[in-house]
């Protein structure tokens, strides 16, 4: 912020693409390099006690970091940033947040570590958390008691990838002292920005789209309010859970090619969910591109686009699954999503495997795939692959 009102120009009245290569990414004011500088140090010097030019120690803060956090609170159209280790750490950071009684409406489908680090580490805390569908306005209206703390948003969710109507969420969290934070790693900022809708406060595991080359792992807060900054500021720098500036720099050139990304993932996606739709061994697509998804109205509101994620179950269960699943080639089998390249999991037994047993349970026939932007030619050919070397007699 303040390089730019220094040199006067406000990236924040710019397009989105342009917030995305330019804001908090000047030119470096000691050398002129036109990309941020990784500042790979651990500590700044001091002219005399107290005296420096803003930075002390890179645990509280780091100019290549800082850049990342200016970054993406512009796209969010957001105040502040705050960038962690993880999507889990920014998490456990809002975490500090929480008193021993508070209560917490966690989305009934939500990443797998999140419902985790909620269930089974928080919790422990005195805490109670509690699995809604909050696509369901009705069910988070009975759900929110005088102790509820955070509403907890996936949208879309992850797995399934249902749709939660921001607005209306905000409206019922509006008159009453919740706060509405929004996991917006499946839609990035290009597609989706939860603090114009009402939300209090957006987190990233911006080791997904927001970094966009499966080569990074960073979270990512952005807020409003200044008082909660100051928070989560102080339990940051107190706890630690900060990025390192090469993760920092990594996220921050992921960023500059967001926009031409989200478009892509999002055409590719929409292609491999029609394309699924019509496969006699596939059962159920849940996309919210497609005219039938139950909140396809929602995210055409609220988002610009509907990103890269599709999901699918198969005829034939837990069997079927696992052979598409080791048949791909454009696709690797693997964890995680966001990045150019096409990745398929088996959520039951991989990411949500900590999920068993609870509301949020998956089915043993789903798969979930990450469309890159390869050629969709070849994303398609590769997923009839797949699709043929699901067992005939477990589709029967
Ligand atoms: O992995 P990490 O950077 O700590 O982010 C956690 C996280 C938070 N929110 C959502 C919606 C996520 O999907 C994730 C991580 N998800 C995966 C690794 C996955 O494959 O779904």
Known sequence: ????????????????????IHAGQE?????????????????????????????????TDNPTRSALQEAVAALEEGAWGLAYASGLAATQNLAYLLEPGDHVLLSDDAYGGTYRLFAKVIARYGITVEQVDLSDLDAVRAALRPETKFVWVETPTNPYLK????AGVAALV?????????DNTFASPYLQRPLTLGADLVLHSTTKYLGGHSDVVGGLVVGNDR??????????????????????????RGIKTLAVRMERHSANAQAVAEFLGEQD????????GLPDHPGHEIAAR??????????????????????AAAATRVFALAE????????????????????AGTKGEVAPNLLRLSVGIEGIGDIIEDLERALAAVPVAAIR
């Open 1 to 20: 912020m303040e390089r730019e009102r220094e040199r006067g120009h406000d990236w924040r009245a710019t397009s989105f693409e342009t917030r995305a």
């Open 27 to 59: 030119p470096d004011p000691a050398t002129g390099a036109v990309i941020v500088p990784i500042y790979q140090t651990s500590t700044f010097v001091q002219e005399a006690v107290g005296v420096h030019k803003g930075y002390e120690y890179a645990r």
């Open 281 to 288: 061994a596939v059962e159920r697509v849940y996309y919210p």
């Open 174 to 182: 509006q008159d009453h002292p919740a706060m509405l934070v929004v």
């Open 227 to 252: 008082a909660v900054y100051e928070t989560l500021k102080f339990h940051q720098n107190a706890a630690g859970a900060v990025p390192g500036p090469l993760d920092c720099w990594l996220a921050l």
């Open 302 to 323: 609220q988002m610009s686009g509907f990103s890269g994620m599709v999901s699918f179950t198969l005829r034939g269960g837990y069997e079927a699954a696992a052979a």
């Open 163 to 166: 749709v939660v109507d921001i």
């Open 336 to 355: 995680s999503l966001g990045g150019v390249e096409s990745l398929i999991e088996h959520p039951g037994v991989m990411t949500h495997a900590s999920v």
